[in-house]
């Protein structure tokens, strides 16, 4: 299984949605749609599914490291 964290850069934060629209598990919006995920560290068997998530926000303020177990 993979530790991931997941950074957004949400004072960027357009408020599309698009990334919660791709993993309403990981990212949390506010009520305007704003991502409110600033910092989030997960495990998952399913990499692919985070990288289309953090892939789909279209100011590319969303990036994936892995880490350290
Ligand atoms: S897709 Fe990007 S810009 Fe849009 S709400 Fe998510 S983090 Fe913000």
Redesign the pocket.
């Known amino acids: 299984m993979a530790k991931l964290i997941i950074k957004?850069e949400t004072s960027r934060?357009?408020?599309?949605?698009?990334?919660?629209n791709a993993a309403s598990d990981i990212?949390e919006?506010d009520d305007n749609?704003?991502?409110m995920t600033e910092i989030r560290e997960i495990e998952t068997d399913d990499v692919d599914y985070v990288r289309r998530a953090v892939a789909?926000?279209?100011?590319v303020?969303?990036t994936l490291e892995e880490a350290d177990s």
């Not at 934060?13 to 919660?20: E, I, Q, Y």
């Not at 789909?56 to 100011?59: F, G, I, Q």
């Open positions: 957004t934060c357009m408020g599309h949605a698009m990334c919660a990212f919006l749609g704003y991502n789909s926000c279209p100011e303020i969303i």
